[in-house]
């Protein structure tokens, strides 16, 4: 009977549950040196739910580089453009000072393109004090106090340039502007010298070809290139494109 039951307690002893042989096999390995790691249970991985937060990541670049490239494809798109006359039209009330020439720039205040080429002629324009520079801004019905507002802040941008208001366009269609920030130089004959924008894109600061060509002619050299793109806001209505304002531009 003694040895009966010593037997059951050995048969106990070795059913023990498996997770309690492999932690004893585990703390204890057998004195032959076998190798029991094969006895030890691996402990499944479970999946990592990777999958929705890659897809938000590929979803917002696709996002940043499609804005991206909406802005660039706006920025690089020229104005519309206009003809400029050969020479400067005597009907014109703006006069033009005899011995001298002439910078025009042609410019809405509700722009914000325009204020690039106004930083871009500062410094040029302070060198040739002898130009009689004109900063001609078209105003489109009443334009109110914030149009107001928005005149003073960008003349205050070029004080070298003497302010003339252009009521209904009149003007600029008669010079051929089309787009807020074309600049327009005539020599002391009236000759027409250059026309064109003098920023690389909308809103961009920088030396560029125009610049280049504009500065050259103000110090009484020459350029193979005198006729530019303007990078801006369109001058009347009816181009299509709108402003922050929600006015045409």
Request: hydrophobic share 40%; proline share 6%.
């Amino acid at each position: 009977m003694r040895g009966c039951l010593q037997g059951d307690a050995r048969r106990r002893r070795d059913v023990r549950e498996p997770a309690q042989l492999w932690a004893f096999n585990l703390a204890a390995p057998p004195a032959d040196g076998r190798d029991v790691s094969e006895n030890v249970p691996m402990t499944p991985k479970r999946p990592i739910r990777r999958v929705p937060a890659m897809l938000a990541m590929a979803a917002w670049l696709a996002g940043v580089a499609f804005f991206l490239h909406v802005e660039w494809s706006w920025a690089s798109t020229p104005g519309p453009r206009g003809e400029a006359p050969a020479r400067w039209p005597i009907e014109s009330r703006l006069q033009r000072t005899p011995g001298r020439a002439t910078l025009l720039v042609f410019a809405t205040p509700d722009c914000d393109c325009t204020r690039a080429t106004l930083a871009s002629l500062e410094p040029l324009l302070a060198d040739h004090a002898e130009v009689d520079a004109r900063l001609v801004m078209v105003r489109q019905g009443e334009g109110g106090e914030a149009w107001a507002r928005a005149q003073q802040e960008l003349a205050g941008a070029l004080p070298a340039a003497r302010r003339e208001l252009d009521e209904g366009g009149v003007e600029s269609i008669r010079f051929g502007a089309a787009t807020s920030g074309t600049v327009m130089l005539y020599g002391p004959d009236g000759a027409l010298r250059f026309r064109g924008g003098v920023t690389a894109s909308r809103g961009h600061l920088g030396e560029n070809a125009a610049l280049d060509a504009l500065r050259s002619l103000l110090s009484g050299g020459t350029s193979s290139q005198r006729d530019f793109a303007v990078f801006g806001c369109a001058l009347r209505s009816g181009s299509g494109e709108t402003t922050a304002l929600g006015e045409n531009r």
